[in-house]
């Protein structure tokens, strides 16, 4: 367990919490992406959870009262949150190594990458790097080469080091700006990386267990966002379980079941090409009803895409006419179009909808969409007051 006994040097009580002060401190205050500790300091007078940390030259600890009352010079027990503590601490460590593995496999390609933000979490956390390309593979030679690293046990070392020193590390990792202090904490991965971190972090790689890439998405302007778990072998079994569930729905092998969906898409691609096809050719019955010195064209769809059924209507759409196309899907989506000599106006006929229906959307005088929470008969009705 991580505790230890302390005076309360200051306390001030605001609203629901205390703002307290303890010397010695060994609660992590956060920095470096790593969050704070969370943990309790208690003695027999008084218990109380640490749920934040403000830092300032010391840190100021946010407390939450549970019982009692707390006064400077009180003697304390402080501990930490333990479990809390220690997925930090592998999840900082496994982005340290998960980042220098990315590095050397993009400098082997002649690429350059950077670190642009950490964000560690307990359950997933995030790492943010600029880089000209990114691919899966990348990834996979990177996740690869760190898990061979954790079965290897690599050691880690922390130096404290001053920054005359920094010469003698000329691969560390450091942002020079950000140091104010002349001590410079170096955490070293045996041989391999060394980074200026505040952070805590395991004694040796072994103790993070395994390492696991599991989501991965372009943020735009080169910048990418990598979310990892550590120590997860449950989250590994479960996707490997949902893959071998898909592949017999499917009736395909696991290891086939991208080519699989790939052979789908292709596919699905190729029918939309059809179906548009067809829509350009059949011809589509619409209702036609005389409104004054216009004809109302109308049709009913159901689940069609927005872009079909827009193309479905403004065929309909002749001189003298409006067209409403509605199409059912969760809601009512429908789609109107008036001809130039119509004498009417798409967009104020939704506006007016939206009012009477509770509705959403809008358009232009020749054409607008809308979608409301009715029927097609309390949507026409409504339709047919306004135009008439
Ligand atoms: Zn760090």
Known sequence: MIKWTATVVDVKYEKDLINVVVSPDNFYPGGGGQPCDYGKIRNNNFEGEVFRIEKKDYSVLKVKPVSGKLKTNDIVECIVDEKRRKR???????????????????????????????????VESSLYVKASSLT??????????????IKEGRPVYVHNIRKEEIPKYPELRIKTERIKSDVIRVVEIKDFDWSACSGTHVANLSE????????????GNNEFEIKFRVDDSSYVAKLSQEIRVISSMVNEEPEK????????????????????????????????????????????LENFDNKRFVQIGNSALQEKSIVLVTNQEENLKYAVFCSPDSGRNAAEIIKRINIKLNGKGGGSNSFGM??????????LKEFMLIIS
């Not at 899966?136 to 996740?143: C, G, S, T, V």
């Not at 809308?370 to 949507?379: M, P, S």
């Open 208 to 219: 993070i267990k395994n390492f696991i890439v599991s989501r991965f998405r372009s943020a």
């Open 257 to 300: 079941l991208g080519n699989y969906i790939k052979k789908i898409k292709d596919e699905n691609e190729r029918l939309k090409g059809q179906i548009n096809e067809l829509i350009k050719t059949a011809k589509i019955e619409f209702d036609s009803q005389r409104v004054g010195d216009i004809t109302l064209y109308s049709k009913h």
């Open 370 to 379: 809308g979608a409301v929470n009715a029927t097609r008969e309390e949507l």
């Open 136 to 149: 899966w593979n990348d990834l996979f030679r990177a996740e690869d080469a760190l898990n061979e690293m």
């Open 88 to 122: 930090l601490t592998q999840m900082h460590s496994g982005q340290h190594a998960f980042y220098k593995h990315l590095e050397i496999v993009k400098k082997i390609k002649g690429e350059e990458i950077s670190v642009e933000k950490v964000d560690i979490n307990e």
